[in-house]
């Protein structure tokens, strides 16, 4: 705290003079782990960077990034310097890109982390009607879990980014918020398919279950849940991925959790039951499109935000209240 408020009491037009490209070199030491990897990615010779960013030091009075057994990080003087250097970056691109939608230009390039649970409904329309509305604009897909795609977001490498079930988080804004709850999913065979009430975790404690991991929103929930409740669930299977936890109950293996419209085909062709849970925590659950809050868009980005907005099944509504099975 005391380096970060000895460069808030700096002269404001001392910050405005920051030399950009010395943050550059800042920015990028920090992400590659070293001032020699750094060099290597920039085409600039070490003593350069490590000269500058010496200069920065003697200049402000601390210090901005130190060794450690993970490589080099930033101080807190550091970090306050990265955010703001971040923050001037992507509010000149939004300005220039505001300034070339002026001009008539419709270019531009927009960077989106997303998980797997969306990317069906991505790709089945929106992506290629945006594409085909915006021939000038280039898209960048990440594939990304939740906590993920916020470290993405905040170390500006996405512009955007699909989120479910995240945290509160003050870094972030929320774009578009729709709730989607996180049901049980079985197939029609299995036991608890024609229960007809919502079910508590412990009813699930019994039979095999697979489960993403809490690097993801529906393993966190999940998580969450269990030390909530005190349920010991022993997952059979672990994975990363949605598409292995849908085959999983295709194949009458066992259960696992997913938000409805995740699986929406599967269940309208009878392939697999949705069962509702009764723990708010699960019921409550949200999918966002969120940026860093202090980040300016671009224009490009906001179209496509825009376009994800109308024409996504996951943000045009709420899913549907499931209280029982019919």
Do not use: W
């Amino acid at each position: 705290m005391q380096q970060a408020e000895h460069l808030k009491n700096f002269n404001s037009e001392f910050v405005a003079m920051l030399n950009a490209r010395t943050l550059h070199y800042l920015a990028e030491v920090i992400r590659k782990g070293s001032v020699r990897r750094a060099a290597a990615s920039l085409g600039v010779d070490a003593t350069a960077i490590s000269r500058r960013i010496k200069a920065l030091e003697d200049d402000i009075g601390l210090q901005v990034c130190e060794r450690t057994t993970y490589g080099m990080r930033a101080t807190e003087a550091g970090e306050l310097l990265l955010r703001h250097y971040q923050s001037r970056r992507t509010a000149e691109e939004a300005v220039m890109s505001r300034l070339d939608a002026m001009r008539g230009l419709h270019a531009g390039q927009v960077r989106i982390a997303v998980g797997e649970g969306f990317i069906a409904d991505l790709i089945a329309a929106p992506l290629q009607s945006f594409l085909a509305r915006h021939p000038g604009i280039a898209l960048e897909v990440n594939m990304a879990g939740m906590q993920e795609a916020v470290q993405l977001l905040k170390g500006y490498d996405t512009d955007i980014a699909l989120l479910y079930a995240p945290l509160h988080n003050s870094d972030l804004s929320a774009h578009v918020e729709t709730r989607h709850p996180l049901h049980l999913i079985v197939s029609p065979s299995h036991a608890l398919a024609r229960s007809t009430h919502p079910l508590e975790l412990a009813d699930i404690q019994k039979y095999r279950l697979a489960l993403m991991g809490n690097q993801f929103g529906m393993g966190l929930l999940i998580s969450m849940l269990a030390q909530q409740e005190g349920v010991q669930l022993a997952p059979v299977l672990r994975t990363n991925s949605v598409a292995v936890s849908r085959q999983f109950v295709l194949s009458g293996a066992g259960v696992t959790f997913m938000p409805e419209i995740t699986v929406q085909e599967d269940v309208q062709r009878g392939n697999l039951v949705v069962l509702p849970m009764r723990n708010p925590l699960l019921a409550g659950a949200r999918a966002q499109i969120a940026s860093l809050a202090d980040r300016s868009l671009t224009v490009a980005t906001q179209a496509f935000l825009d376009h994800l907005r109308r024409h996504m099944r996951f943000f045009r509504e709420d899913a549907p209240q499931r209280h029982h099975m019919a």
